[in-house]
């Protein structure tokens, strides 16, 4: 996916407050952290970990996760 297809993406996307990525990661303020992760790719400042992690938002909201979390003690 290219960076201007991803930017598509979330201009459409209609995002939640809190977001459960995988097993051990929650993304909070998610529309905050998309905003970010955009600039960061617009300005190609770490772009690849902002892309990396845009992928990860975009995958958990098409595909939530809805397995166990990790066991506290």
Same mark, same amino acid.
């Given at each position: 996916?290219?960076?201007?297809?991803?930017?598509?993406?979330?201009?459409?996307?209609?995002?939640? &407050?809190k977001? *459960?990525?995988?097993r051990?990661?929650? +993304?909070?303020?998610?529309? !905050? &952290?998309?905003? *970010?992760n955009i600039?960061?790719?617009k +300005?190609?400042?770490?772009? !690849?970990?902002?892309k990396?992690?845009l992928?990860?938002?975009?995958?958990a909201?098409?595909?939530?996760?809805?397995?166990?979390?990790?066991?506290?003690?």
């Amino acid at each position: 996916m290219t960076d201007q297809e991803l930017i598509i993406y979330f201009e459409n996307a209609t995002l939640p &407050a809190k977001l *459960r990525l995988d097993r051990a990661s929650t +993304q909070y303020e998610v529309k !905050d &952290a998309v905003q *970010r992760n955009i600039e960061m790719l617009k +300005q190609g400042d770490k772009g !690849d970990h902002a892309k990396h992690r845009l992928i990860q938002i975009m995958n958990a909201i098409e595909h939530p996760y809805d397995g166990p979390e990790i066991p506290r003690r």
